[in-house]
């Protein structure tokens, strides 16, 4: 199985809800990562997880929460989000915390605010 | 800072023909990575090609390979018998290799032509 799953595919919310994307891995990686894509423009590292520990936080907003529960899901919980927030959120594992090994992304969570 | 340039924003190729996407990076450290990364509509970034700095050979898969001029800090990706199916956003990426971050370029749309 060498498969990131991202949930849902699409997600409209509005700026007073609460939601989470769901990330998952069965190939034994010990990296995770968030990254946020707007249309027509590269991923931006929004967070990372190595070994189950926040390592990388890229300063982003509060609104947005990562959380790890074990070493194959990763969650992303939003709350209070803006119009701007509204893009494509990736998710990817690496096998031992480094990206320069092959690094696995999901087909990622679409979301849009309103 | 380390960057990754994409000159080209779209190209086009036709059917079967071969196309070369440009790549130039900056980085101040002799280990490195490159990558190339697909990003079809289906939205998953998908891993191409990778090159570690310290090798000379250059990387090849299938029909896709790779031009590292690393004194140029070039590193161009040619795609041979090209297919309807390469049709893609490209980015061209670089991770030192200490580090937890992929710094992509701006990418490259490739349309290909039946």
């Known amino acids: 199985d060498t498969e990131v799953t991202q949930t849902p595919k699409h997600l409209v919310m509005g700026m007073t809800n609460k939601k989470s994307l769901k990330c998952e891995q069965h190939m034994g990686h010990r990296a995770m990562y968030w990254y946020k894509q707007k249309a027509k423009k590269p991923p931006e590292l929004m967070f990372v997880?190595?070994?189950?520990?926040?390592?990388i936080n890229e300063s982003v907003p509060s609104r947005f929460s990562p959380e790890c529960p074990n070493s194959s899901l990763l969650n992303l919980h939003l709350h209070a989000l803006q119009p701007e927030d509204s893009a494509l959120y990736l998710c990817a594992s690496s096998p031992w915390g480094r990206m320069n090994t092959e690094a696995f992304f999901g087909q990622g969570t679409r979301l849009t605010v309103v | 800072a380390q960057t990754v340039t994409q000159s080209q924003p779209e190209m086009s190729v036709q059917e079967a023909e071969t196309v070369t996407l440009s790549c130039t990076y900056d980085?101040?450290?002799?280990?490195?990575?490159l990558f190339w990364y697909k990003q079809p509509p289906s939205r998953q970034m998908i891993l191409v090609i990778r090159q570690e700095a310290y090798k000379q050979q250059n990387a090849t898969e299938n029909r896709f390979s790779v031009n590292f001029q690393k004194a140029a800090k070039s590193f161009s990706l040619k795609i041979s018998d090209s297919q309807l199916g390469d049709a893609a956003m490209y980015f061209c990426a670089l991770i030192e290799g200490g580090d937890d971050k992929i710094i992509f370029g701006k990418g490259t749309r490739l349309h290909i032509l039946p």
């Open positions: 997880y190595s070994y189950e520990k926040l390592s």
């Open positions: 980085t101040s450290e002799s280990d490195y990575y």
